[in-house]
């Protein structure tokens, strides 16, 4: 029998990927947008990308494109759009005054059974949901792009949210074949960007590091893909660090293909480092604790040299910039095509993980 509705509100990148996967399990699907002809790109663009999937054999759900699409439908009201849904999912810019009207909005036209759900990748609940008076049934479900191929979300709450809200979204995800991981409470960046961008800014400080003369391989890129793993009671956050990063030197890919296999498809962000401690001399102390024997005083070492926060802008902008677009030219028909790929391998990578 049909599951009930979703009501996905803003249906640029965030909001189509979501509506793929709830349709992908069956749920009826209300896509509203502020701008009427965003939701008509979006349903031409959703139709184009499902009937693709199907043809190369990877569409998720058990029915056809055809049969998904037709539970996808453009709104151009929002109580309309939300009426009627059991969850609703947020997926406008994120600006947090506009994300704060758009759910006083909400919480006018929310029964007391919705989920009210934000896509918000850093802004904190307790600022998104403040003064609600449905506040208990507001949490933040933040996505990792494209959430159709990345199943993390990281579920994030407000302190006065009902532990029914979360457990009711934690089961949605699941539902929807994603891997859902609860933060007990809220924390600026939540887990995933935290660690993000932890790699991000020492990223951007080795490039401000490196002398000015320099060469950069044309080959030079950073790209990250955590995915969290459910093993029991445990949520276990798997980092797959893809780095080739260079400054003066090349980081090998084995770093990339470490975090991979170790880190990223059987364990913790730990587990690599865990791995790598030999057994101690009673073989009792091996793994990790004698891998912070070990390399303890050095971590602590290496990580009191990093430097502050970068700017982000500038002419460290500008060089990144460039030496990411010799390898792809940021125009929107070459950024298309890398996306198109990137969602190729993603999904190759999930079933690869799946037969593990
Ligand atoms: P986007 O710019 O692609 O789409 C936003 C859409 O919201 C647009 O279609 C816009 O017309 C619409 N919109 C604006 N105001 C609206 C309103 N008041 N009511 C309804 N629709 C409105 O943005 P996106 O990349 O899809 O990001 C959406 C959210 O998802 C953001 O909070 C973002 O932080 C989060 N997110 C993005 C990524 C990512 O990599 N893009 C990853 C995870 C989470």
């Known amino acids: 029998s049909a599951p009930g509705g979703v009501a996905v509100v803003g249906s640029g990148l965030i909001g189509r990927s979501w509506a793929m996967l709830f349709a992908s399990a069956g749920f009826r699907v209300k896509l509203f947008d502020i701008e009427p002809r965003q939701v008509t790109d979006a349903l031409v663009s959703l139709r184009k990308e499902m009937k693709m999937l199907e043809l190369s054999g990877y569409l998720k759900g058990e029915l056809?494109?055809?049969?998904?699409?037709?539970?996808?439908?453009?709104?151009?009201?929002?109580?309309?759009?939300?009426?009627?849904a059991l969850h609703v999912q947020e997926c406008v810019p994120e600006n947090l005054e506009l994300k704060r009207k758009l759910f006083a909005q909400l919480d006018k036209i929310a029964d007391d059974h919705v989920i009210l759900s934000?896509?918000?990748?850093?802004?904190?609940?307790?600022?998104?949901?403040?003064?609600?008076?449905?506040?208990?049934?507001?949490?933040?479900?933040?996505?990792?792009?494209?959430?159709?191929y990345v199943p993390l979300v990281e579920l994030v709450p407000h302190p006065e949210t009902a532990p029914a809200t979360v457990d009711r979204t934690y089961a949605l995800m699941r539902r929807v074949g994603q891997s859902p991981v609860r933060l007990l409470r809220e924390i600026d960046?939540?887990?995933?960007?935290?660690?993000q961008y932890a790699v991000i800014a020492e990223a951007?400080?080795?490039?401000?590091?490196?002398?000015?003369?320099?060469?950069?391989?044309?080959?030079?890129?950073?790209?990250?893909?955590?995915?969290?793993?459910?093993?029991?009671?445990e949520v276990k956050m798997a980092a797959c660090f893809s780095s080739s990063l260079s400054c003066e030197q090349r980081v090998p890919p084995k770093v990339a293909a470490?975090?991979?296999?170790?880190?990223?498809?059987?364990?913790?962000?730990?587990?690599?480092?865990r791995e790598s401690g030999a057994p101690g001399p009673?073989?009792?102390?091996?793994?990790?604790?004698s891998y912070c024997d070990r390399y303890g005083e050095g971590m602590k070492r290496v990580l009191k040299t990093f430097g502050p926060v970068p700017e982000f802008s500038g002419a460290t902008a500008e060089k990144v910039h460039q030496?990411?677009?010799?390898?792809?030219?940021?125009?929107?028909?070459?950024?298309?095509?890398?996306?198109?790929w990137r969602d190729g391998c993603l999904m190759r990578l999930a079933q690869l993980k799946h037969q593990l």
């Open 118 to 148: 934000s896509s918000s990748s850093c802004l904190l609940p307790s600022k998104l949901f403040a003064g609600l008076a449905h506040v208990k049934q507001c949490l933040v479900a933040h996505p990792v792009n494209p959430p159709y």
């Open 323 to 340: 030496a990411m677009c010799v390898k792809v030219p940021d125009d929107a028909e070459h950024l298309a095509a890398r996306r198109a």
């Open 189 to 195: 960046g939540f887990a995933l960007n935290r660690l």
């Open 204 to 233: 951007w400080r080795l490039v401000e590091m490196a002398s000015p003369s320099s060469r950069w391989p044309p080959a030079w890129h950073l790209g990250i893909v955590v995915q969290p793993l459910i093993s029991g009671a």
């Open 64 to 84: 056809g494109a055809e049969e998904q699409l037709s539970l996808i439908s453009g709104c151009s009201d929002l109580r309309e759009a939300v009426e009627g």
């Open 258 to 273: 470490r975090w991979g296999n170790s880190s990223g498809l059987k364990g913790s962000p730990f587990s690599g480092h």
């Open 282 to 289: 009673d073989l009792l102390r091996g793994g990790m604790l």
